[in-house]
T-cell receptor, first 117, second 111 residues
Framework: GAVVSQHPSRVICKSGTSVKIECRSL??????MFWYRQFPKKSLMLMAT?????????EQGVEKDKFLINHASLTLSTLTVTSAHPEDSSFYIC?????????????FGPGTRLTVL | GENVEQHPSTLSVQEGDSAVIKCTYS??????FPWYKQELGKGPQLIID?????GEKKDQRIAVTLNKTAKHFSLHITETQPEDSAVYFC??????????FGTGTRLTIIP
């Protein structure tokens, strides 16, 4: 089956630093990847749509200058949380939509737990 | 935009019994309805999905039904096992690739 990986799985950083999270599709290509944020015991909230070779599309209320997204290849998208603060602590999950996949089927990564001290 | 409601928020069933989780959606243009299972500290895993041209789909102990007229769809798990304990999310999309998730159901299987 299609596999999506995320790195790192956990990261702890100091307030004011930047953190980069990688999302990779391991056995398929994806022109579109999605980034979600999930608070404890809550649902997934779509942050942005990452498009290979073009700018990401951000959902309303998501600061694009704070959450930088780069989709440099058909298998890699990165999310950089810039000048992180404690309120950015969350579980970040990516998903990938295969180029040659079944209509609408997305595959999710295992998530990255970000803790900002 | 699409709005997906999910009930119940928590559900406890005896091992071997059946569990049913229900979702309603608002956008009549939605045509793809996946269900995800999320275990603690992990990403969501697709367990079953259904498209709007089908009323029911079954995969071993898991089944999903869709009522387009009423705009609701349900997940049915039969012969529940302890490993079915997890949080389950329904979702809907109208084909624009964006998924709108329900609020989740924490399912606990009592041994």
């Amino acid at each position: 089956g299609a596999v999506v990986s995320q790195h790192p799985s956990r990261v702890i950083c100091k307030s004011g630093t930047s953190v980069k999270i990688e999302c990779r599709s391991l056995d398929f290509q994806a022109t579109t990847m999605f980034w979600y944020r999930q608070f404890p015991k809550k649902s997934l909230m779509l942050m942005a749509t990452s498009n290979e070779g073009s700018k990401a599309t951000y959902e309303q209320g998501v600061e694009k200058d704070k959450f930088l997204i780069n989709h440099a290849s058909l298998t890699l998208s990165t999310l950089t949380v810039t000048s992180a603060h404690p309120e950015d602590s969350s579980f970040y999950i990516c998903s990938a939509y295969p180029i040659a996949g079944t209509y609408n089927e997305q595959f999710f990564g295992p998530g990255t737990r970000l803790t900002v001290l | 935009g699409e709005n997906v409601e999910q009930h119940p928020s928590t559900l406890s069933v005896q091992e071997g019994d059946s569990a049913v989780i229900k979702c309603t959606y608002s956008d009549s243009a939605s045509n793809y309805f996946p269900w995800y299972k999320q275990e603690l500290g992990k990403g969501p895993q697709l367990i079953i999905d259904i498209r709007s041209n089908v009323g029911e789909k079954k995969d071993q102990r898991i089944a999903v039904t869709l009522n387009k007229t009423a705009k609701h769809f349900s997940l049915h798990i039969t012969e529940t096992q302890p490993e079915d304990s997890a949080v389950y999310f329904c979702a809907a999309t109208d084909g624009n690739e964006k998924l709108t998730f329900g609020t989740g159901t924490r399912l606990t299987i009592i041994p």
